[in-house]
Structures are given as structure tokens and as C-alpha cells.
């Protein structure tokens, strides 16, 4: 590594270089990994150009990377979740630091991913359609912002509208049809590349990262911020269905020999605040209600196996407001903490 940058990160609101502490990034960049290409059969003609004898490459994932002087050998790969990007790690709607700057800071390279048929990954190789649907309102209830419009007491959110614009409009769409298992071919091709790493993953991108897991043992160990769906059992041991006033929850079935994979690193996930104990009427908290009770099933599940799996419920430890978004609330440092200290107790720090 020959390039030094020295530099202070600003916020999108432009607040003063001195807020921050200056970083040395001593290597940046960014790559696609994965992916499959499509060839079109006959000969491509120059001068009269059509599909034919050409090709179109998609599938991949989009990379950026960060690293810092002195860098923990283990570096972190922060996957987003649904009707997100790579943006979600980089800073809050509000203008603060993100988790990417905030784990350089604490000593690791970082990974940022738009996982593929995803923003800067765009390139699908099978259509979608792509509709200008309002959804604003529901994701405010779903992602547990409070009832629309009246936002929880005491949420970790700033409440200013400029802030929820720029939530809303960090809404990313699927140029391609989801599919969990292209999206873990890519991760996986990411991690060939850079070798052992952790997966901090968000909401839905906790199904494909513990496929991710599954397929590539340089997956050393995953941070999971709510996960949402995708909870991979044994299929002799599938726990029964939960249905919420958002929807039936199912578990999906994977051979018990993929799932020991998952008991030989250590996993730990995350929930927020407002999630009830007991089936509500009010869709946006029941949705989380199955998830969280799913997530302690699964977490059952790998121990009982002899794995190290840990569910930390924020409100439990003292840690109250939380939303969907762990990593942009406006505690989101005391969160990095929790993490950080998880990583350090798990030597994947080293």
C-alpha cells in the first residue's frame, strides 16, 4: 500500500472539519465481485451492431473499501438491507457519522456493498420491473419510526423533516428479481478475494449472510442488525409457522449438514426498541414481534448444536429507542460500541 490520504470526513449537512477527529486512510477503492456474463450466440458485427456475438454482465456486487492506518487483520463487510444501499453504512439521514467511518476509527477496513440488482450493482440478469409505488408511509410504521405520523416516545431519531427526506429518498429498488442465493454467490466471490473477513449485515441481507457463511469458511463471523427474514433451520428441525397482523413468518429448510457450518463462528444479532411481547393489531411493531421470536428460536437452534450464538435485545441491556435502523439512529455510537466490544470478546479483532 503506497497511497496515504489524510483527510476529516464531513456530513451531508456540512457541519464544521473540527466536529470530527481527522482519519488516515492509508488505501481506498473500488471493484465488482461475483456476477455471471450472458453471450449472445453469432458475430458481432462493428459496423452494424446488434445483440448478436455480445455480451452483458451482471450478478455482481459493488465494493467500496476503506482502510486505515494500522488496520485489524479481520476487516468488516457491511451489507445493507431491503430497499437500501451501500449508503445506509456510509452516514445518518441527519448528517452524522456512519458505521463505516465509525469502525475505521476503531481500527478496521471496511467493506461497503451494494449487493447485486442493487444500486451501483445494477446489472440483472433477469428483468424486473421497477414501478413508482408510494410506500413512504409504511416503511415509516414497518421500519419503527413510530405510527405515521406521530413518530415514538422517545425514538433514537432526529425529528426534523429534512431528516426524513433524506431517509426517503435513500430508497433503493431490485433492478432484478430478489434471490438470496445469487446474492451469496456474489458475497462469497467477495470474500475469495479478500480473504477472511466479518459479514455485518442488515435486515434482509441476514438470510443471504448466513448463506454466505454456509458456502465460504473465510467468513469468520457475523454482526446481524435485525434480521428480518431467511432463518435457515435443519429440515428435520423447522420450527412452525408465525403469523403477525403483518404477515405469516416462515423458517426455510437447509440439510443439517449447512447448518453446522453456522455453529462454527460466532454470531451474535441485534433488535431494537418497540417490539411487543404479545400479537398486536398495530402492523408495523407485530411484523417485528415474529422476528424477534424467530431470531431467539434460531439462536436456540445453533446452540443447542454446540455454537456461539447471542441475541442482544437492546431494550434489555438499557439501550432504549432503538428503530430498524441500529446503525443510524442517533445513538448509533453507543451501538458501535456494543459491537465493537462483542468483536474484541470473539478476538475477531486480531
Keep these: 500500500m503506497d497511497r496515504i490520504y489524510a483527510f ?3 456530513t451531508a449537512f456540512a457541519l464544521p472539519a473540527a466536529a470530527f477527529e481527522p482519519l488516515t486512510i492509508v488505501d481506498q477503492g473500488s471493484f465488482a465481485a461475483g456476477g455471471t456474463v450472458i453471450e449472445t450466440p453469432g458475430e458481432y458485427d462493428n459496423n452494424a451492431p446488434t445483440e448478436a456475438g455480445q455480451t452483458f454482465h451482471g450478478n455482481h456486487l459493488y465494493a467500496f473499501y476503506q482502510v486505515p492506518q494500522d488496520a485489524n487483520p479481520l476487516p468488516l463487510v ?3 438491507g431491503a430497499y437500501q444501499s451501500g449508503r445506509s453504512w456510509e452516514t445518518t439521514s441527519d448528517g452524522r457519522e456512519g458505521f463505516q467511518t465509525m469502525f475505521l476509527r476503531r481500527g478496521y477496513t471496511t467493506y461497503v456493498i451494494d449487493q ?3 444500486g451501483r450493482a445494477g446489472n440483472s440478469t433477469e428483468a424486473a420491473s421497477i414501478e413508482p409505488t408510494p410506500y413512504d408511509q409504511l416503511f415509516f410504521d414497518q421500519f419503527r419510526f413510530g405510527q405515521w405520523p406521530e413518530y415514538f416516545e422517545g425514538v433514537q431519531v432526529d425529528q426534523s423533516e429534512e431528516t426524513l427526506n433524506q431517509f426517503f429518498r435513500s430508497v433503493t429498488p431490485n433492478t432484478g428479481p430478489y434471490d438470496p442465493a445469487i446474492l451469496a454467490d456474489a458475497t462469497s466471490a467477495l470474500i475469495d478475494r479478500i480473504g477472511p473477513a466479518v459479514l455485518v449485515t442488515h435486515s434482509q441481507a441476514g438470510g443471504p449472510g448466513w448463506l454466505t ?3 465460504n469458511p473465510d467468513v469468520k463471523g457475523i454482526v446481524a442488525l435485525e434480521p428480518g427474514s431467511g432463518f435457515v433451520f435443519p429440515e428435520d428441525a423447522m420450527p412452525e409457522a408465525m403469523p403477525s397482523a403483518a404477515g405469516t413468518l416462515e423458517a426455510e429448510p437447509i440439510p443439517a449438514e449447512d447448518f453446522v457450518r453456522l455453529t462454527e463462528i460466532p454470531i451474535v444479532i441485534y433488535y431494537g426498541d418497540n417490539i411487543p411481547d404479545e400479537p398486536t393489531e398495530e402492523r408495523g411493531k407485530d411484523n417485528w414481534r415474529v422476528r424477534l421470536d424467530m431470531a431467539r428460536l434460531w439462536v ?5 448444536r454446540g455454537g456461539d450464538a447471542t441475541l442482544v435485545h437492546l431494550p434489555e441491556e438499557g439501550i432504549t429507542g432503538g428503530t430498524h435502523f441500529l446503525m443510524s439512529d442517533l445513538n448509533n455510537g ?7 466490544g462483542w468483536l474484541d470478546a470473539k478476538n475477531l479483532n486480531q
Design 8 to 10: 476529516t470526513l464531513a
Design 78 to 80: 457491511f451489507w445493507h
Design 116 to 118: 447485486a440488482r442493487r
Design 213 to 215: 457463511a454456509i458456502r
Design 300 to 304: 436456540d437452534a445453533i446452540n443447542e
Design 334 to 340: 453507543q451501538i458501535a460500541d456494543h459491537i465493537a
